[in-house]
């Protein structure tokens, strides 16, 4: 008897000590996939160090059981993506206003460094448009990579250094909850932003423009194209939308048919080859199509006495590097997760970070720029049927060899091909179709989206994701200043089920009582709209009600929603219990959890009213509420009588 | 039969409106508390225009029944509050380096605009130390008041204007949201840190300093005292000690016996009286005691002339006008909220707002700064008897009269006096006992302070208040970003009770399930975690039971605390879905919330679970899941036999 009604009495223990709290509040914060999950059962010291090297080594883990059959498949697709790296490596450069060898450098180093460090099995390293672009616009700002171009790419190389060490830190600091304040829809309308921006600018290289605007925004590339009308070249303008054209029906074709991937994924390089050939015989360039030019032979130079940390322009490689440092990890890690989704396997969003900011710190002091995993060359990578990081020692080889034998063939590339490789690359990440399943499910999250959309292509790209996660953050605290709350009904009277009423019309109240559902932490940034809120659904109860009859006698707060309150949120508790007070109305809470439990009883607020207050159930709440109401009535009668 | 089992299905109805949804969600962020809802009951227009008036001119409905009994109760707490402005008008104004004549005209002009549009009945209007102090020391780094007074006149001016401005502006948008934000931990910290420099610089007047820092930081105010010990005036420093003595006396005198409030509440204006004469007398100048000066009789004059927007000085006066914007509001509506809830009332924090800010805006054009509702003279007020705002123009008719007849008596008071009266009113701003409080309740809020206090008095001010609020902001970030999530059990076998495994141990999970609750907005700031911990509690769960026998089937997860959910979160579900799906596990839905399913039936991720994993509650949900568990086990012994 005495365990059973044990059972069901709430909690009073005494709180937790600080130091259990904070250590349980620091683990779910910092480590909520529990990282060292398998290293802690293990007994062993020698397998736990083991484990250890694993973890932080991925690659110590797979290479002892590599083979030559896995190699086999490696092998195929790290020459798939190589051919992939080489069109967009000198794309991406030229878009980032640096010499396309950089593009075929930064193909080299970070893949070794991330097959190394890096978790997934199936992510490809390679540049990205966005951050190409995003760290040209926003150095321009400073210094002109044509008037300057060496100061210029020490700059970049500046950024990329920054990016990688905040990566690192990131990673090493285990903030990778930071990175989940990019949310989806700011992803979608800034890379949708950055596309259009990004494929208005290759109208330079259609029309074979001499001249052109270092600004991005859409009003100033327009500008720029239709101001300079008389450099528009016809003889460029048919060679591109022929390429483009080209590209745009091998996408189609691996659209139709997913088996065909291989066609879209060769076809930049074979356009890279056919434009170099044309070039060289038709003397391209005298007919107005004008060409890559001189590239170096042999391998990466260092590059540590080009980084720039002069006063005078280094702020805006830290604002390139810490932008770029979160694109890059929103689409790496979000591709990493991807494939660990579909092929049932667990990631570590902070472990990555590590690897990316290794890869990324090496990368500056060797002549490369930022790489991350893009979407589209991890998806060939994961296609053309990847088993291990080795593609990436493949494709790195690959490079090398480029570098040390072919770069100089790459000097025909027109650059109208690059054009409309990468057109043809963006075009994809205009994902109109999310934009609409947006509006369809959450309009505000629609408006974020929007907000980078036209933020990138009317503003800057920087102001554009800026605004947008301004809304979102918003948005975050409005949640938290104005938690959801509801006034539960009884949904049928056989039955103990209390649900909101606007949601089940059906649900009915119980004479005398106010069941109220609080969700969400109470705390100084809502508890005084919850204050107003639970003083207006009693005046507008009392309204409702017979005053003769069924006035209101008991408030009943199902407080088990109520994840943890802080000392304004107690001190607000105290301020409705004496407003009922007055209104002789009793306060009775149901169900509060441990974090709660923790703060009323320091804060005296059980003390206040009475341990008798406060029940494990709304069933026996409205038990004991029923009973005294009913003896209450007894004894009015008896004493009217 | 059928309407019984339609009562215990989840609504699967069509989500509401766009136009609805958005139109609830404008109401509960901007009119929690539904300032008019006596308006839309009345029926009559006419009734309905004299209810609007009296909601936006709160006069008009007390002042036709007013009578003289009232007035009686308001006179004699006018006089009482009267006798307290006129010290501390002076004294807060030499705390903002400005004229003394400010501070009296300061209590003539705006209590009579709020005793006009002000709701509380309680409140006194009057200066506050602690934006005296801060305005002050912002503008101080422009312009120097001693070099350039009535240019940093000028500049007060345009700061008061400004927090006018801003006042009224949150109170016409409905964004007293805002000012939720300064929490009490906030606030605690930054009066603490205030007061403690506001009496570290009345060191200066009563030793008698001539030399002083304009800094507020104490490093920089205890080395100006300490560097000027040849300045130490110990005539000045006793005359300061005994009054401050006297001072510090008649506040014992009104804690130990509260019905004698009176004596502390005219004590300041004693010590001026006393002051005045013993200075006239003695001739106080010649032994070192500095006198506040010729003080000019007359009234406000107009100051729109004084008004300065010069872009070189602009940025000061903002910053000054903002903080002190929002302090002035925080301490205005929290001291009308205790009166309201003290009396059973009820205060709209919105409407209260654009009194202040009505009263600063017209303060500005007559030379006064900046005023508020504070915290001690509106106590006074109360004790005094106050009934309605009529005391507020009883204190302004002594003000006239004041300032027409008596101003150049007050020429003798000697500063150290209005120093004694400084220190003896911000010393309880100390609240070193709501620290201890925060303390042992929440170490969060105690850091909160802690930041706000340090900051204050190592740094600044400004600085100080902003990393407490940051602070605060990152808090209710991680709320929202790491949301408490547990494990249910059930209590006892024979009732359908489930709780928190780490709060009840003593109850059990089910068989071969595992039971989640879930709380706040799933979305994008916390999507990715809640996959991790879900993954992890289904990771953990299977390595606890027996692989063989009670592997995981079903993952039930309890919604009811999901108060909404956004695309991102939506795409997290699908994500998770999709893990267990590979692993076998079902998942199954738990009493969802109107707009969780709002968003989940759009986003098709009903559709792809089925209705019928969708539960209304936690019992229904484990008997159906219960039931094919069973059959599952039979199937099996069947095929096995």
Chains 1, 2 share one sequence.
């Not at 659904?537 to 009859?549: F, V």
């Not at 804060?603 to 069933?619: A, M, P, Q, R, Y």
Request: glycine content about 8%; some cysteine; hydrophobic content about 45%.
């Amino acid at each position: 008897m005495t365990g059973f009604s044990q059972d069901h009495k709430v909690s009073f223990k005494s709180p937790r000590s600080f130091a259990t709290v904070f250590k349980s509040g620091i683990k779910e914060t910092l480590f909520p996939d529990d990282p060292f999950y398998f290293f802690k059962k293990e007994p062993s010291s020698l397998r736990r160090a083991k484990l250890a090297m694993n973890y932080f080594v991925p690659a110590s883990e797979w290479l002892p059981k590599y083979n030559s059959k896995l190699f086999m498949y490696d092998f195929l697709a790290g020459i798939t993506i190589a051919s992939l790296a080489i069109p967009q490596g000198i794309s991406y450069a030229k878009l980032a206003n640096i010499s396309p060898i950089i593009g075929l450098y930064s193909s080299f180093v970070p893949p070794l460094i991330y097959a190394v460090f890096g978790s997934s099995k199936y992510i490809a390293i390679g540049t990205l448009a966005a951050s190409s672009m995003l760290i040209s616009s926003t150095l321009e700002e400073k210094v002109s990579p044509i008037d300057n171009p060496d100061l210029f790419l020490g700059l970049v190389f500046t950024a990329t250094l920054i990016s990688g060490l905040l990566q690192l830190a990131l990673g090493l600091l285990r903030l990778g909850i930071l990175v989940d304040f990019l949310s989806h829809a700011t992803i979608t309308g800034f890379m949708g932003g950055t596309a259009t921006l990004i494929c208005l600018q290759q109208l330079k290289g259609i029309f074979g423009l001499k001249h052109f605007t270092t600004h991005t925004s859409i009003v100033d590339v327009l500008r720029a194209v239709f101001s300079h009308t008389d450099e528009w070249r016809w003889q460029s303008a048919v060679v591109g939308i022929i390429f483009l054209a080209f590209l745009l029906f091998t996408r189609y074709v691996k659209e139709k048919r997913p088996k065909l991937f291989w066609v879209s994924a060769i076809a930049p390089m074979a356009c890279v080859i056919i434009g170099c050939v044309f070039a060289y015989f038709a003397h391209a360039e005298k007919h107005g199509i004008q060409i890559v030019g001189e590239l170096k032979k042999g391998l990466n130079p260092l590059s540590f006495k080009d980084l720039n940390f002069d006063r005078k322009y280094i702020s805006a490689p830290i604002r390139a590097g810490v932008i770029t440092a979160f694109i890059a990890l929103a689409e790496g890690i979000a591709i990493g997760r991807s494939f660990a989704i579909m092929n049932n396997e667990q990631t570590d969003g902070n472990k990555e970070m590590i690897a990316f900011g290794l890869m990324n710190i090496v990368g500056s002091f060797t002549s490369c720029y930022l790489t991350s995993g893009p979407f589209s060359k991890s998806a060939v990578n994961y296609n053309a049927g990847a088993k291990t990081a080795m593609t990436n020692v493949v494709m790195a080889v690959c490079m090398l060899l480029v570098l040390l034998f072919l770069a100089p063939v790459f000097k025909y590339t027109p650059l109208v091909t690059l054009s409309a490789i990468i057109i043809s690359a963006v075009v994809g990440l205009i994902d109109y179709q999310k934009a609409y399943h947006l509006f369809k499910t959450d309009k505000f999250d629609f408006l974020i989206c929007m907000a980078a959309f036209f933020g990138v292509i009317f503003i800057s790209m920087e102001t554009g994701i800026m605004i947008s996660v301004g809304i979102a953050l918003v948005r975050a605290l409005l949640y938290v200043a104005r938690p959801t709350n509801c006034k539960l009904g009884n949904l049928s009277n056989s039955m103990s089920l209390y649900r909101d009423v606007e949601q089940y019309p059906g649900a009915t109240g119980i004479p005398g009582m106010l069941l109220l559902q609080l969700g969400s932490p109470i705390y100084f940034a809502n508890s005084s709209y919850l204050r107003d809120r639970i003083l207006r659904y009693i005046r507008e109860e009392q309204d409702i009600s017979n005053p003769e009859e069924n006035d209101i006698e008991y408030v009943l707060l199902d407080l088990g929603g109520v994840t943890s309150i802080d000392t304004t949120g107690v001190e607000v508790l105290f301020e409705i219990q004496q407003n009922m007070d007055a209104k002789k109305i009793k306060m009775i809470l149901i169900n509060p959890r441990l974090a709660v439990m923790e703060k009323l009883i320091p804060g005296k607020f059980i003390d206040k009213i009475g341990k008798h207050s406060v029940f494990l159930s709304i069933e026996d709440a409205i038990e004991a509420c029923k009973y005294s109401l009913k003896s209450l009535k007894e004894t009015n009668g008896e004493n009217g009588a």
